[in-house]
């Protein structure tokens, strides 16, 4: 009896192990591949031929058609920061803080994160479907019997326009969301009009915009490459293509936040 | 110089604890069409996507005109060409910039001229030059594996690679597909590397006949020796029957 209870323990202890192991197991393994898949990415973005049509059309896709998006998620954004900014602050002053609250943070937080976020569900998702596709169809196969390489055909493209685009996708959604800012203040709360713009180019700083510059160009990276990797390892037909662009939509915003935390750490906690 | 365009030796390739192929032995000679044989699963597509490298075997020697080219780093696409099951053509380009692919892609054609070359092809595999800008999903499954073909002789091959070129086919059109295989094989002189397991299409294209089964080769010969043959095995696969030593794991 007892000794049926300890075997009977130690099998249910085992299995718990072996369900604590397995999935730490998958995920130390496809790190594995990541890593090697990112340094393969790096390596021939750098490597010719580079494909300037293909590079266009990515353009194209993530910056001209991202417009619309990334302009009324800012815009939106800037409008709520003043709003919130002139209830939640001491009334007093109320005019030069605004101004400020809505510069800093969008340019340096929602522009950037809201953006790349945006980007990451309209753009990511449509690279991880279009590389799964053409895996799972072996079009990335032929490609290779045609003595193409797929990293540079299909990804140093996407790679670059990532890199290349976001920064300027969120430079545009700065001015929109500051505008946003400056829209709710004139009109909803009665701010002197040039008064609101003295104080927003009197705090101007070029360290806010290169903040969410670079943060930019880190984001466009996760999002080709989270893209790119979860196309190019899908398997299994129309299923796989699905969990393949789910996962990229999912890998690149964590990504992003995560990303977007240390590298908010490194430049402003001296 | 052996006469062998590709020597195949011990060739190991597993997946888990699966073996497809297991120490697996092939010769395909200078000039000569051989078909591959075999059930589903067998192994016929990681063969071929072995001698590609699409896929690494775990071990053994694969070599072309003596090179051996597992693990290499050349470009031995350059005499190859690969007609896939699905077609596997390009949905982001149209049809002559599929065929043209190579041509625009590492020679320094124009593309007009690429245009031209590519419209010439497609003639040849008897698709008239208003095919040229479509997109590929516009066309039939039988037009696709066409313009697949003229893809893949178009910078005329030594080798050219088949994989199941008539399934899905009605019997008309797959017999279309043979023709223009055998039509196309010749005119370049090209040695050929089929996998099917249409017999109608086998015997038609033939000169070679190998069947694999298990991760080896257990027979090969000429259609002739093939009807002849009083192999269990073979004559189980020729005849269709779902009785005999292979056994479907289902
Ligand atoms: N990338 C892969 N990963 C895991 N298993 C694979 C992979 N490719 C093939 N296999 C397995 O190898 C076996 C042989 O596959 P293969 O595609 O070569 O069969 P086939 O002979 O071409 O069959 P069919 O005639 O149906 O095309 C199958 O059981 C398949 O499950
Ligand atoms: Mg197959």
Redesign the pocket.
């Not at chain 2, 075999?38 to 063969?47: F, H, R």
């Given at each position: 009896m007892s000794m049926n209870n300890e075997k009977q323990i130690t099998a249910k202890m085992m299995s718990f192990v072996q369900a604590l192991g397995k999935p730490l197991v998958a995920f130390i393994v496809s790190l594995g591949y990541l890593s090697q898949f990112v340094a393969k990415s790096v390596y021939n973005c750098f490597m010719p031929p580079f494909y300037v049509r293909l590079l266009g059309r990515q353009f194209m896709n993530m910056g001209f058609y991202s417009l619309p998006v990334v302009g009324l998620t800012t815009l939106f954004a800037g409008m709520v920061i003043a709003i919130q900014t002139y209830s939640g602050i001491s009334k007093y002053g109320a005019e030069s803080a605004v101004a400020t609250v809505v510069l800093i943070s969008v340019t340096r937080e929602l522009a950037p994160v809201l953006s790349a976020l945006m980007v990451a569900g309209r753009i990511g998702a449509a690279m991880a479907a279009e590389i799964g596709t053409m895996r799972v169809t072996e079009q990335i196969d032929a490609l290779v019997t045609l003595s193409a390489n797929p990293f540079r055909y299909l990804i140093a493209p996407r790679v670059w326009a990532g890199i290349i685009v976001m920064p300027l996708l969120v430079l545009f959604g700065d001015v929109i969301g500051i505008f946003g800012g400056y829209v709710v203040g004139i009109y909803k709360l009665d701010f002197n009009p040039a008064n609101y713009i003295n104080n927003t180019m009197s705090n101007l700083q070029s360290i806010d915009i290169m903040t969410g510059v670079i943060k930019a160009c880190v984001f466009g990276f996760i999002i080709s490459i989270m893209g790119c990797y979860h196309g190019y390892r899908s398997?299994g037909g129309a299923q796989g293509v699905g969990e393949a662009t789910t996962n990229a939509v999912v890998s690149s915003s964590i990504l992003i936040l995560i990303f977007n935390y240390l590298i908010t750490e490194m430049i402003f906690s001296r | 110089m052996s006469e062998n365009k590709i020597e195949i030796r011990k060739l190991y390739k597993a997946?888990?604890k699966?073996k497809?192929l297991n120490d697996m032995d092939l010769d395909v000679r200078q000039g000569e069409s051989l078909v591959v044989i075999?059930?589903?699963?067998?192994?016929?597509?990681?063969?071929i996507?072995c001698i590609q490298g699409l896929?690494i075997p775990d071990s053994g020697s694969i070599k072309i005109d003596g090179h051996e080219v597992v693990g290499t780093t050349e470009d031995i696409h350059q005499k190859m060409g690969m007609l896939f099951?699905g077609a596997a053509l390009f949905d982001s380009l149209s049809v002559w910039e599929n065929v043209a692919f190579r041509l625009l892609d590492k020679s320094k054609m124009s593309k007009k001229d690429a245009k031209l070359e590519a419209i010439r092809v497609l003639r040849q595999v008897g698709l008239a030059p208003d095919v040229a800008d479509l997109s590929p999903a516009e066309l039939s499954g039988g037009m696709q594996k066409r313009v697949g073909l003229a893809r893949a002789i178009i910078t005329r091959p030594e080798i050219i690679f088949f994989?199941?070129p008539t399934t899905g086919l009605d019997p008309i059109m797959a017999d279309v597909i043979n023709d223009l295989i055998i039509e196309s094989a010749r005119g370049l002189g090209a040695t050929t590397l089929t996998?099917t397991?249409d017999m109608a299409s086998a015997r038609k294209i033939a000169d070679r006949i190998a069947m694999?089964y298990q991760g080896k080769i257990i027979w090969s010969g000429t259609v002739k020796e093939m009807d002849k043959s009083d192999n269990p095995y073979l004559r189980q696969f020729i005849s269709g029957s779902s009785h005999g030593p292979i056994k479907m794991e289902v």
């Open positions: 398997k | 997946f888990g699966k497809v075999g059930g589903s699963g067998t192994g016929k597509s990681v063969l996507k896929l099951q994989d199941e996998i397991h694999l």
